[in-house]
């Protein structure tokens, strides 16, 4: 029965999180970090989750990315109940349709600038990959740093590269963990511009985690969380997502 | 361009330092562990090569009764293309004129000796020749007492049996002249063709024919292989290893050796886990990261599965590459010690151990740490994740641990040295954990001090796990290498003291009552230092329990049997000896007999039985009280028998026997005592003592260079470990640094640290080191165990220098540069 659920072609959520619960064991205790969170997010929707330090927003994205499984509850992405899913279905499933825009960038210290593109589009078995990231390299106004590697660009510049190396394999959705939190106000700025712009050129679903608020009001929807529990906030009005 | 190929690939690897400190790791493990082997290889078949001038052959096939060797044998042999030559020993009078004399012949062909050389000389006062070939057809040659004994000159003629035959040498020393206190004869050596013609061999005489076998080590395997069947109880196949002297030098030789190779591979190993384990938790973000872009885990363990067999082959080749040149140094050392022409080459199928070490280490000590990369969780993109890791290191120390049991097994194949290093290694993991938790209580509770010393005692405590393991693997290395030097100087010291350079190397038998106080007198005039007198009395072996001994004896054709005993007496117990059962002698006991083991064994008698013996007329009967091991390669007077003084055989006619030092430039003394004391005969075994104590040099520079080697691969272990928390301890003092922390309290803080790891370390490994050297000298070779106290107290200093002075070094960045750099490169 799930399976026709999870395969429904009406179905327009990218996201769809049902019941999620997720505790961390601590060998005789438990620690609880989400409770009982529901959320739904549509294909082409940006969607910013706000928290402090340690209200388990990153936890959340992981989570919602496939790159672990709740403890309780269901994540579907596109369809696809991803929390049934073994790691190795997921990673696949990654390769395909997610990209990553990390804090610390996470760039490859070893590979130039674009090769750190080129990376995602070839483990997807993707071809073209040199055009490709160099198109993207143009786009994000590096290309005259291709072959830089890391340690020679500026924050500001590892971050553009990691923001074309996660539009690289076009992915679906795209999930964010504080993407200017490594960065100055005003390089923030235009990295948040180029990544609101390039997800809406290609139409992506954009997941941002982040304590900016600025950054997150640019979001069409906008959700705080708060000790594990999810809320979503409409104008001036808090909905609570966690029963 | 593949890029995914280039986010590990080998250049890449390359740049990244746990991968440097494990490729050097492996060089280092395949390199000791080949150059071992290539020059153990080579020191092996010297040593043999020179030991098997003690049979003048590679091997003897010796009759114990009077039967010829068939020459069906000897045939086959040349048809195999070994070299033969016959041998036949008998006793018979020989005269000249009227005086008559007993001797011990020996008839050799043209082909002997086919190892080692004869030194003769045309006269008494000529000098000394070296020679390949014994006399030839009509020929005779005598040792020089019987020269003077028989008054006989060059040319004079020798009756032998029915024939005569013309003195024309003399013999100074025989290859396998052999170290046999009953061969009491002088010596003649003569033609075998010339045998016939004596008529001496009648039926029932005692003649023992010898066949002599040189040639290549396959050849005489196979050889061994064919003849073995139609090997009668009578005959037997002897190698220099069966010889009673040397046999016991080379088995102790090649023990010493494989202990090395041993302890290198355990080093090499330790080298390997811990650089392996760096490079696997250096890896975690990268796997992490690769993870989110959907790289599945079974494509991760490709992608580094397929590095480490990169490794592997450049590490094995390059380790072989060093290996060679460096087993050729120390065999061209050793060759210019032991003034020897250099024959040096490398059997490239002697190196597969090598090849398995470097095997062994890849897919026991680097792949699992590596493996367990699959399962790093992807969410450790965001932040680092605590890895519980305590089931997959039991399960990867118990691996290593049958992993090293069976390398070690092969390599040594000796179970004693095998569980004495394992049982070594567990104690130091039992120590550890005790030291380890009371080391973390200790910190905890120790009274911070000031300055420096809080630091490096907060540093201690904060990185308790570091702190642990690498005291560990230090602990580890300085116990292996301990174990090793240890081992050297206790045993080779031992072994050394033995047969010290001044050590008896002549005896002098069959001393008549009458003569011992003219002896004493030579001696004194001549300023010789003698051991003390033993009575010797001759004995023939005849009852076992009341039965003749011949018909109950578990080998009825022991040579023991057939000729006389030297049997003795003595109240003080042989230092050297063992008892293997029973007791040795009360104060005032008078019964009983105390026998060699080996003796024992062939006869098949125990504790409690009774041996008769015939002495002259006599017969004396006596209970066994204890069994003795004796070590005849420690060339003192070693008897078969012993009696109690007042006991069974006391009052029985003896002569007495001693032994004593004479230099070789003071050998004409002989001359001297011999034509002053014709009826004593002088056995000289200065050339058996001189061979073993090559060996023993040998062996010694041998097992020096591979401790060179090993310390080697220790230092590079420490370096490993050491340099796999740089990162982290760099960015600790830049911190330090940019807090504004002084660089002399923080270079001293980082030197206190690693000398109190140093120390404790140092203090753990020379303790289980000790453990170790009490059971290989315990049960290996057989020597008395004692502490080592100036090892024992120096080594935790020298190990808190040195583990100092690797800190210091790994600190330099952290001082040489600003801490902004530092702290920006190391983001």
Redesign the interface.
């Known amino acids: 029965m799930s399976t026709d659920r999870q395969r429904n072609p009406l179905n327009d959520f990218m996201i769809k999180v049902e019941n999620l619960s997720h505790s961390v064991d601590l060998g005789t205790d438990k620690l609880s970090i989400l409770q009982q969170v529901n959320l739904d997010i549509r294909k082409g929707e940006s969607a910013a989750i706000v928290g402090r330090s340690g209200s388990g927003k990153t936890t959340l994205l992981g989570l919602l990315a496939g790159l672990d499984i709740p403890s309780s509850g269901t994540v579907s992405m596109n369809g696809h109940l991803i929390s049934a899913l073994s790691e190795d279905e997921r990673a696949s499933l990654r390769s395909q349709r997610v990209g990553f825009v990390f804090q610390s960038f996470q760039l490859l210290p070893a590979l130039t600038a674009i090769e750190n593109v080129m990376l995602p589009i070839e483990l997807a078995g993707l071809s073209d990959a040199k055009s490709k990231a160099e198109a993207l390299l143009q786009r994000v106004g590096l290309g005259d740093r291709m072959q830089h590697t890391p340690r020679q660009l500026s924050g500001g510049e590892q971050q553009r590269v990691a923001i074309a190396r996660a539009f690289a394999v076009e992915p679906q959705v795209l999930f964010a963990d504080e993407p200017t939190g490594n960065l100055d106000t005003r390089t923030g700025e235009a990295i948040t511009e180029l990544l609101m712009t390039l997800n809406r050129e290609q139409g992506t679903t954009l997941v941002m985690v982040t304590h900016d608020q600025q950054l997150a009001e640019r979001c069409q929807r906008h959700f705080v969380i708060e000790a594990g529990v999810l809320h979503e906030k409409t104008d001036n009005t808090t909905e609570v997502l966690s029963a | 361009?593949?890029?995914?190929a280039?986010?590990v690939s080998f250049t890449?690897d390359l740049?990244e330092r746990n991968v440097k400190v494990m490729l050097m790791a492996m060089i280092i493990a395949v390199a000791t562990v080949a150059t071992i082997n290539a020059f153990a290889d080579h020191l092996q078949r010297t040593l043999m090569t020179s030991a098997n001038a003690f049979l003048a052959a590679d091997r003897q096939l010796n009759s114990r009764t009077n039967a010829p060797i068939p020459e069906a044998w000897y045939a086959e042999a040349e048809k195999r293309g070994l070299k033969v030559g016959r041998m036949v020993e008998f006793g018979t009078m020989v005269s000249n004129e009227s005086q008559f004399q007993l001797v011990a012949v020996k008839a050799v062909d043209n082909a002997y000796p086919l190892r080692g050389e004869i030194e003769w000389q045309a006269d008494l006062d000529s000098t000394r020749q070296i020679g390949s070939k014994g006399p030839g057809p009509g020929e005779v040659w005598l040792n020089p007492r019987l020269m003077r004994l028989l008054n006989l000159r060059p040319g004079d003629a020798l009756e032998v049996g029915s024939t005569s035959l013309e003195v024309t040498g003399v013999i100074m020393r025989e290859p396998d002249g052999g170290f046999r206190l009953s061969n009491l004869a002088p010596r003649v050596m003569m033609h075998v063709d010339d045998v016939a013609a004596t008529e001496v061999i009648q039926p029932g005489s005692r003649v023992r024919h010898r066949g002599l076998f040189a040639g290549d080590e396959a050849t005489l395997h196979d050889f061994e292989i064919w003849l073995e069947p139609q090997l009668a109880d009578n005959y037997r196949w002897v190698d220099v290893r069966q010889g009673e002297t040397l046999g016991e030098s080379l088995d102790k030789a090649e023990g010493f050796l494989l202990l090395g190779g041993s302890l290198a591979v355990l080093l090499a190993v330790v080298a390997i886990a811990v650089a392996s384990r760096q490079y696997a938790l250096s890896q975690r973000?990268?796997v992490a990261?690769?993870?989110?872009?959907?790289?599945?885990?079974?494509r991760i363990r490709r992608l580094y599965l397929s590095r480490l067999i990169w490794w592997g082959a450049i590490a094995t080749l390059l380790g072989l590459m060093l290996a060679i040149p460096a087993a050729w140094f120390l065999a061209s050392m050793t060759a210019r010690l032991m003034e020897q022409p250099l024959h040096f080459e490398v059997d490239f199928w002697q190196l597969w151990p090598a090849v398995l070490t470097a095997l062994v280490a890849l897919f026991a000590f680097a792949y699992p740490p590596i493996d367990r990369l699959r399962n790093t969780?992807?969410?450790r993109?965001?932040?680092s994740l605590p890895t519980n890791n305590k089931a997959a290191l039991f399960k990867d120390l118990l691996l290593a641990s049958v992993v090293i049991f069976a390398l070690l097994w092969i390599y040594v194949s000796d179970i004693v040295l095998v569980m004495a290093l394992l049982g070594a290694v567990m104690a130091l993991v039992i120590s550890l954990a005790i030291a380890g938790g009371g080391l973390i209580w200790g910190l905890r509770r120790l009274p911070a001090g000031k300055g420096s010393w809080r630091l490096a005692v907060i540093a201690l405590y904060l990185h308790r796990n570091a702190t642990l393991s690498q005291m560990s693997v230090f602990a580890m290395t300085i116990m292996l290498a301990a174990t090793l030097v240890l081992v050297r100087s206790s045993l080779l010291a031992d072994w050394q003291a033995q047969l010290p350079e001044d050590a008896p190397n002549h005896f002098l038998l069959n001393i008549a009552p009458e003569s011992v106080d003219q002896v004493e007198a030579f001696f004194t005039d001549n300023e010789l230092n003698r051991s003390p007198l033993y009575p010797i009395i001759r004995g023939r072996l005849t009852e076992i329990n009341g039965q003749p001994a011949e018909e109950v004896a578990l080998n009825k054709d022991d040579d023991e049997l057939r000729r006389e005993l030297n049997l003795t007496i003595s109240d003080s117990y042989p230092e050297d000896n063992q008892i293997v059962d029973g007791q040795w002698f009360a104060t005032g006991d008078t019964s009983g007999l105390s026998i060699e083991q080996s003796l024992a064994e062939s006869l098949g008698v125990k504790i409690g039985d009774e041996l008769g013996f015939t002495v002259g007329a006599e017969k004396v009967t006596a209970a066994i009280t204890s069994i003795r091991s004796v070590q005849w390669d420690s060339m003192r007077p070693n008897f078969f028998i012993i009696f109690p003084p007042n006991g069974a055989i006391d009052g029985l006619p003896s002569t007495s026997l001693t032994s004593f030092y004479l230099a070789e430039q003071d050998k004409t003394l002989l001359n001297d005592f011999v034509r002053q004391f014709p009826t004593i005969s002088v056995l000289e075994i200065d050339h058996i003592i001189e061979r073993i104590q090559q060996i023993i040099r040998q062996v010694t520079q041998a097992v020096e260079a591979i401790l060179v080697m090993i310390l080697l691969a220790a230092i590079a272990v420490m370096v490993a470990v050491v340099s796999a928390t740089m990162s982290e301890r760099q960015r600790e003092g830049a911190l330090l640094r940019t807090l504004g922390s002084q660089q002399r309290l923080l270079v001293r803080a980082t030197i206190i640290e690693f000398a109190l790891i140093g120390f404790l370390a140092g203090i753990l490994g020379v303790l289980t080191a000790e453990i170790a050297v009490w059971a290989l000298q315990y049960r290996m070779f057989e020597g008395e165990f004692h502490w080592h106290w100036p090892v024992v107290i120096s080594l935790p200093f020298a190990s808190a220098c040195i583990l100092a002075l690797l800190g210091r070094w790994q600190l330099t960045p952290v001082l040489t540069v600003s801490p902004m750099l530092l702290l920006r490169k190391l983001e």
């Open positions: 361009m593949n890029v995914t280039k986010v890449q740049r973000d990268r990261l690769l993870k989110t872009m959907g790289l599945t885990g079974s969780p992807a969410m993109v965001f932040r």
